[in-house]
C-alpha cells in the first residue's frame, strides 16, 4: 500500500442518518415513498441518480437534478448531527504525513469539504474527487481512479475505505484494495 483513498459519507463521517431524514423530508411532497431498506441498498449513489430510479419506481415525475439540490439543502440543515466515524478517522490520522491520501466521494465538492472540515479532519488529505470530478459515478472506478491520479499512486498500490456495495465495486473496478467500513463497525 502506497496510498490510501477514503469515501466520505459512511466511511470517514457518520452521515447516513442525516441523508436519509434529508430525503424523506425532500420527498414528503411529492408523496413518493422511500423505504430505508432502499435507501441502504442505494448507498454510494449519486442524489441525481436515486431521484431518477425514485421517480421512475413512483411513476411521479422528478426532475432528478433539481430533487438531489434540494435535498443536499436540507442536508445541510443536519449537518450539525454528523459525527466522525473514529476507526476510520484514526487510520487517517495515523497515515497522514506517511502516506498520500485522498478522499473520493458521490457528494457535491462544497458538502464533502464542509463535512471534512467540521470533523477536523480536512487538512489530512492531499486530494478530494467529488461528484463534479468525474463522468460516471460509483459503481464505475472513475472517482477512486482520479484519486489515485491525483494523488500520483497506481491503482493497484492504492487501499480504499468504503462502506457501500457500489463504493466496492468500484475499487474493484479500479484494481484496488478495500476495507469493508461496515465490517470494522460490526454492520
Not at 24 to 31: C, D, I, K
Not at 39 to 63: K, Q, T
Not at 99 to 128: H, K, N, Q, Y
Request: some cysteine; overall charge negative; charged content about 25%.
Amino acid at each position: 500500500m502506497k496510498g490510501i483513498i477514503f469515501d466520505c459519507d459512511g466511511t470517514l463521517a457518520d452521515t447516513m442518518p442525516a441523508h436519509y431524514e434529508s430525503w424523506l423530508e425532500t420527498l414528503r411532497p411529492f408523496g413518493v415513498q422511500f423505504p430505508e431498506e432502499q435507501f441502504w441498498a442505494l448507498g454510494g449513489w449519486s442524489a441525481a441518480a436515486i431521484a431518477r430510479r425514485l421517480s421512475e419506481e413512483s411513476g411521479v415525475p422528478l426532475d432528478p437534478e433539481h430533487i438531489a439540490q434540494e435535498k443536499n439543502r436540507t442536508y445541510v440543515r443536519y449537518l450539525p448531527t454528523v459525527q466522525p466515524i473514529p476507526e476510520v478517522v484514526a487510520v487517517a490520522r495515523e497515515y497522514h504525513g506517511k502516506l498520500p491520501m485522498a478522499v473520493a466521494t458521490g457528494s457535491s465538492r462544497w458538502l464533502c469539504e464542509e463535512i471534512l472540515r467540521r470533523l477536523d479532519v480536512a487538512g489530512l488529505f492531499d486530494a478530494v474527487v467529488a461528484i463534479e470530478d468525474v463522468e460516471h459515478h460509483k459503481p464505475a472506478p472513475d472517482s477512486f481512479l482520479e484519486a489515485a491520479r491525483r494523488i500520483h499512486v497506481p491503482p493497484a498500490d492504492c487501499l480504499v475505505y468504503e462502506d457501500t456495495d457500489a463504493g466496492i465495486e468500484a475499487a474493484r473496478r479500479a484494481g484496488m484494495a478495500f476495507v469493508d467500513v461496515r465490517l470494522l463497525r460490526g454492520r
